[in-house]
């Protein structure tokens, strides 16, 4: 979607089996907004997300980490997200900053102060207009990931995907305003249809507001 003025950046969040990328995939088919994801969508991130995920890879410090993915972040603001909200084209992105806070934050302990600040000087200050969090059971994530090679985050223990659960519920209760929650158990179609309507909801109230 083009606007007049600047475009609105809309995030899906969730931990890994949860299906938020296929349903950013069908938010942005809608919206004819431009599709992103994080980490690894310009080619300096794509090194980055090598060393992040890739199992085969020397162990990463949480600290170091969390210095990558914001690298990581800094480079998609400044070559994908910021260029195409400035003229006025929508986003939608497949995790942003509030991944960092869930897996870095709350998953591995790290200070959260700290992070957010981080991620302010990352991404200049940009936030998303709506975030998106597709919430499914630590068992339906699971189910739905068996089978398939896991990255480094998915190989983490239960105590650890549900640390992240965790933070993602206190993150969307911090800010009831600009994050939808949405039950990711049902059909693609199901879970599609209430991402649709409850975006709409946000977006409408947005402009009525005149942010």
């Given at each position: 979607m083009t606007a007049s003025g600047r475009g609105r950046l809309i995030a899906l969040e969730g931990i890994d089996g949860c299906g938020k990328s296929t349903q950013a995939g069908v938010l942005a088919g809608r919206l004819g907004a431009l599709l992103t994801f994080e980490p690894g969508a310009t080619p300096l991130g794509t090194a980055l997300r090598t060393v992040l995920l890739d199992r085969d890879q020397p162990p990463v410090a949480g600290r170091t980490e969390a210095l990558l993915m914001a690298a990581d972040r800094a480079q998609h603001v400044a070559e994908v997200v910021e260029p195409a909200l400035a003229a006025g084209t929508w986003v939608?992105?497949?995790?942003?900053?509030?991944?960092t806070l869930a897996y870095q934050g709350y998953g591995r302990d790290?200070?959260?102060?700290?992070?957010?600040?981080?991620?302010?000087?990352?991404?200049?200050?940009?936030?998303p207009d709506v975030t998106v969090l597709v919430d499914v059971p630590l068992d339906v994530a699971s189910s739905r990931r068996r089978g398939t090679v896991g990255d480094r985050f998915e190989g983490e223990g239960t105590g650890f995907q549900q640390r992240v659960a965790d933070g993602y519920h206190r993150l969307a209760g911090e800010s009831p305003t600009t994050w939808l929650v949405v039950d990711g158990t049902?059909?693609?179609d199901e879970v599609a249809a209430t991402v649709w309507s409850g975006v709409q909801d946000m977006i409408d109230r947005l402009e009525d507001g005149g942010e």
């Open positions: 939608v992105t497949d995790r942003f900053s509030a991944s790290l200070d959260r102060g700290e992070l957010m600040d981080l991620i302010e000087w990352a991404t200049h200050g940009l936030t049902g059909s693609v």
